[in-house]
């Protein structure tokens, strides 16, 4: 099956997940793998610096939502969880030239952001375990507030 996506619930030390904001919709940074990504983890890694500039390590492969079309190949969509490292200067995202916004917040309100229904709650719970039993992240209740920039 054709990978067409890959996206990352990339969270921070404080424990809260970063969200990419474009007119006005909130989605997961990522995008879609390009010929000259080694895997899926480089993909993840590309695309979260150009999209919300940010390092991540230890990315860890949450699964996949396979997405049926009826006049077209299924394809899958993957999802990973890594950790925030460090926050780069804004820049424009080279495949559309804007700058996205970017929020750091808690589980549930990037849950609520995105509104992207069911599989998804499923797929923050599966990040959310992962973030505090590997790398000890406060995500049920993070130490900082919402940050927008």
Same mark, same amino acid.
């Given at each position: 099956?054709?990978?067409?996506?890959?996206?990352?619930?990339?969270?921070?030390?404080?424990?809260?997940?970063?969200?990419?904001?474009?007119?006005?919709?909130?989605?997961?940074?990522?995008?879609?793998?390009?010929?000259?990504?080694?895997?899926?983890?480089?993909?993840?890694?590309?695309?979260?610096?150009?999209?919300?500039?940010?390092?991540?390590? @230890?990315?860890?492969?949450?699964?996949?939502?396979?997405?049926?079309?009826?006049?077209?190949?299924?394809?899958?969509?993957?999802?990973?969880?890594?950790?925030?490292?460090?926050?780069?200067?804004?820049?424009?995202?080279?495949?559309?030239?804007?700058?996205?916004?970017?929020?750091?917040?808690?589980? @549930?309100?990037?849950?609520?952001?995105?509104?992207?229904?069911?599989?998804?709650?499923?797929?923050?719970?599966?990040?959310?375990?992962?973030?505090?039993?590997?790398?000890?992240?406060?995500?049920?209740?993070?130490?900082?507030?919402?940050?927008?920039?």
């Amino acid at each position: 099956m054709e990978i067409t996506q890959v996206y990352g619930w990339l969270v921070d030390g404080h424990g809260r997940v970063m969200a990419r904001i474009d007119d006005g919709h909130w989605g997961l940074p990522g995008g879609t793998p390009e010929l000259y990504d080694s895997d899926r983890v480089a993909t993840l890694v590309r695309e979260v610096d150009e999209e919300v500039q940010v390092r991540i390590a @230890d990315p860890v492969y949450l699964g996949y939502q396979e997405v049926l079309h009826p006049n077209h190949r299924s394809h899958a969509q993957l999802r990973m969880v890594a950790r925030i490292t460090e926050l780069l200067p804004r820049r424009p995202d080279p495949d559309n030239g804007r700058i996205h916004g970017r929020i750091l917040a808690s589980f @549930d309100a990037v849950l609520d952001g995105l509104n992207w229904g069911p599989s998804t709650e499923g797929q923050a719970e599966c990040a959310r375990r992962i973030a505090e039993a590997r790398w000890g992240l406060p995500v049920m209740s993070p130490t900082a507030g919402p940050a927008l920039d």
